[in-house]
């Protein structure tokens, strides 16, 4: 049992339904587990939508007296268009367009929860560059729903990721969003040198690097 991250998913509620709390649980104890190894580098999110998940990532930090750094990155603008590679016969909910959050409410958000205010980006992935982005990442939480999407996710972030950082991505584990499973084999068999390991949890993909 870890009692900072129970107590801050008992205090707190969600702010939406794209994340349930057993999922929550196990991305804040990867966040825990990198920080606690003080591995070098900032936390970014990318498809951060209302922040529910963000919130819960600077609350930790914030419980910790960490000065890491939150990045967080969306469109503004909901989901692309799904590619051939997201084709599944469930999951039709997941439109263009769909989740279409802003980015004045996200900051509006932290605001009335008396958090930091992060570094909020409104891009679609395939425009991010490195100068976007924090010099190192200790660990990242992709939840962009699509192939395209976590491809683009770890193009922008594969060269700043620190050793021994870690990457949690949604919905690698599921049958509605097929394309998060392609993206994420497709970069661990080109990147297989510096895996430590891969499991999945829930619906979540978690990749250790060496
Ligand atoms: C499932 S929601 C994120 C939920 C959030 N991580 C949470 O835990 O509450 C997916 C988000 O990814 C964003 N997104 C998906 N693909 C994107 C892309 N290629 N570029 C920018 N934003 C994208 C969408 O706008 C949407 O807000």
Redesign the pocket.
Known sequence: MNCVIDSLLRRFP???D??DVS??RV?LRELEFVLERNIQGDIV??????????LFLARLLAARNEDRKLYL????????PKTAQDSSTVGDQFVAG????TKADLVRTFMKNYLPQPTIKK??????NRTDMPADICFA?F????Y??IR??FRVCQDLFSAGATIVI??YDSEALPGAARATDEWISQHSTIIKSFRTEHSLGILKLV
Do not use: M
């Open positions: 969600l702010i939406s794209q994340v999922e929550l991305i999110e990318l498809g951060c939508y209302k922040g529910t998940t963000s990155y969306d469109s503004f603008a909901g989901l692309p769909e989740l279409h959050a891009a679609w992935f395939s425009n991010l939480f939840d962009g729903d699509f395209e999407s683009d996710s949604d919905d």
